[in-house]
């Protein structure tokens, strides 16, 4: 059964839809995460225009955001005050998104980045190791100054 998207401008069976829906919210669920970034690239594969989907699921995490909100308010479980600062932090990031768009499209920064998270995950891995050793023998503890 093929129903027609005309924003999209392409025909797709609706039971696939609704399969892709179904199984989407069902791990979404499961694993207590938003399911935007499984949708999205489903619906990539199934021949949606990528502008489509992403402002699509937009509209649905708002739905489906809503209505986990009134499941919450029922169970007196929503913090209002962090929900608005998440909310003015949200709304001033996606203001300004711009220029840290083309700050990254630039090749310095990126590079500058890249090193950073690997010289930062090189440290990380280092002091686990070092502190891995120093728990096996804690004896070596004093005489290497390591803590």
């Known amino acids: 059964m093929l129903i027609y998207l005309p924003i999209a401008e392409v025909s797709v069976n609706a039971l696939l839809l609704l399969g892709l829906g179904g199984l989407v919210g069902v791990l979404s669920g499961m694993f207590g995460v938003g399911g935007g970034f499984l949708m999205t690239p489903l619906l990539f594969f199934i021949g949606i225009p ?18 986990g909100v009134l499941a919450h308010l029922r169970r007196k479980t929503v913090d209002f005050k962090m929900g608005t600062v998440l909310m003015l932090g949200g709304a001033f990031g996606s ?32 002091r686990a190791d070092v502190f891995r050793k120093s728990a096996r023998h804690p004896q070596n503890v004093a005489q290497s100054g390591t803590p």
């Open 50 to 67: 990528p502008a489509v989907a992403v402002a699509t699921e937009a509209n649905q995490i708002v739905a489906s955001s809503f209505s």
């Open 95 to 126: 203001r300004n998104r711009g220029g840290a768009v083309q700050l990254f499209e630039k090749p310095r920064p990126s590079r500058f980045i890249g090193k950073t998270l690997l010289c930062s995950v090189s440290w990380h891995y280092w």
